[in-house]
């Protein structure tokens, strides 16, 4: 068992039990290590307890179930002592794009009073450049018999999460992680714990470093997204299909442009560019501009889609997808929905055709006129079909709609001008 090397811990306490901290400890669990998972949500943490994951995501499930029935992962609602304890609760961003790092610091302030000498805390949410120093400082504050002159006797690090939703526990395990302590003695004891479950590389750095590791990997996504965008944009008002001009583009050796898309959604690509970009606003001027002109792409997108209505004549649209991205049941923070929502305020009838959901979330509920549908009762009824995710599920359909006038904003399809 892989935890029978790692001598130094061997109990760990996983503060958040969501899309990260789930995993994390029924991975931990399966290891060997005894892990006491925490989350405030009563209900996670009572189906844990039964064995049941609270969401769905490949293979989870049966590692959730065996850790719970081997003994090795038990849920609470309040931190319990532990060797080790990794914090995965959210850090979203407030209406004016600061980061909210309120449940970080809660997390904290609960973890502090249990803390041992020689613990180590691990943060992994994504999070500000300097919060695991904040987390310091919260611990500095408020258990004092843990400070020695500048030494506190716990360690801290800060290691990023990169696992892709639909792939999070094979990808878990075969990522490399990257390992920042507040100290490089933080940073190794860290590695050790890591090492338990991780085959891919481990590379260790301060702890500031690894908080913008994990910044700057999802604003470079941004700003790549951002450019082929802002390519559909500029061949879109001149009649032109971007996605035939980038394909031909990318058949220069050193040229990959990625594909334009209605906008980018998720907890992720559109949240963590901001935590730079509001700490640094003017230093981060590329990332800000990417951000605005991803955030106009749905808009963009709806022009397009009301001008199709126009000219046939209708206010029937089949909007194809609303999940965030291809494959996926998770619709929150999706352009997709913000696209279906601004075509029914301007009094379009909607036929939402999402293959992956059975009902419609509640963010759309209020809107009369949007209703799920299936793709071949849409296309008895609408004149105008706008393809806004690339599901796997649409991509034979191209033929069913031959006779509509389409709007593909994913290219699957080839794109349109
Ligand atoms: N989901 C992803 O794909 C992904 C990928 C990389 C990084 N991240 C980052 O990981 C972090 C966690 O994201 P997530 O998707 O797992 O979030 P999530 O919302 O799915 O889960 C967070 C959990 O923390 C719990 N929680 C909140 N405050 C708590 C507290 N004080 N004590 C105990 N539990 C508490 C919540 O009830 C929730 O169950 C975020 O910073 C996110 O940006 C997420």
Not at 42 to 62: K, T, W
Not at 92 to 97: C, L, T, V, Y
Not at 221 to 238: Q, T
Not at 250 to 266: A, F, K, Q, Y
Request: hydrophobic share 45%; aromatic share 6%; proline share 6%.
């Amino acid at each position: 068992m892989l935890v029978e090397r790692n001598r130094e811990f061997s109990t760990v306490c996983v503060v958040g039990l969501g899309y990260i901290g789930l995993p994390t400890a029924a991975t931990l669990a399966s290891a060997g290590f005894e892990v006491k998972g925490i989350d405030v949500a009563e209900h996670i943490v009572e189906e844990l307890n039964e064995g049941r994951a609270h969401f769905s995501e490949p293979d989870l499930d049966m590692l959730v179930r065996g850790a719970v029935s081997s003994g090795r992962l038990t849920a609470y609602t309040e931190p319990q002592a532990a060797d080790a304890f990794i914090i995965t609760v959210p850090t979203p961003i407030r209406d004016d794009k600061s980061p909210d790092m309120s449940y970080v610091e809660a997390a904290t302030r609960a973890v502090a009073p249990v803390l041992q000498p020689g613990n180590l805390i691990i943060l992994e949410s994504t999070s500000p450049l300097g919060a695991t120093e904040d987390m310091a400082g919260i611990i500095r504050e408020l258990r004092e018999d843990l400070v020695d002159g500048e030494e506190l006797s716990v360690s801290l690090a800060y290691c990023p999460e990169r696992i892709l939703p639909g792939q999070m526990v094979r990808e878990l395990v075969e990522n490399d992680r990257i390992v920042g302590g507040i100290t490089p003695h933080d940073a190794r004891r860290a590695g050790q714990l890591y090492e338990s479950i991780v085959r891919g590389e481990i590379h260790m750095t301060d702890a500031k470093t690894a908080e913008l590791v994990k910044l700057i990997e999802n604003a470079y996504r941004d700003v790549n997204i951002a450019f082929a965008n802002e390519v559909a944009n500029v061949a879109e008002a001149h009649g032109l299909n971007p996605w035939e001009a980038i394909g031909l583009a990318n058949r220069h050796p050193r040229v990959n442009i990625l594909n334009p898309g209605p906008g980018v959604g998720g907890h992720c690509i559109a949240v963590d560019p901001w935590f730079l970009i509001s700490a640094d606003p003017d230093k981060a001027k590329l990332m800000a501009e990417a951000r605005r002109v991803n955030d106009g792409r749905p808009e963009a997108v709806v022009a397009k889609i009301k001008k199709a209505c126009r000219e046939h004549g209708t206010d029937k649209v089949a909007c194809m997808g609303l999940a965030f991205k291809p494959d996926v049941d998770d619709l929150r923070e999706s352009p997709a929905v913000d696209i279906a929502i601004a075509l029914a305020k301007d009094g379009f009838e909607v036929y939402a055709v999402e293959p992956h959901v059975n009902a419609l979330p509640e963010k759309l509920w209020r809107y009369d006129n949007i209703r799920l549908a299936g793709l071949d009762e849409s296309l008895a009824k609408v004149g105008v079909v706008a393809l806004l995710v690339a599901h796997k599920a649409f991509v034979k359909r191209a033929s069913d709609i031959k006779d509509k006038h389409v709007i593909d904003a994913v290219g699957l399809w080839g794109g349109t001008r």
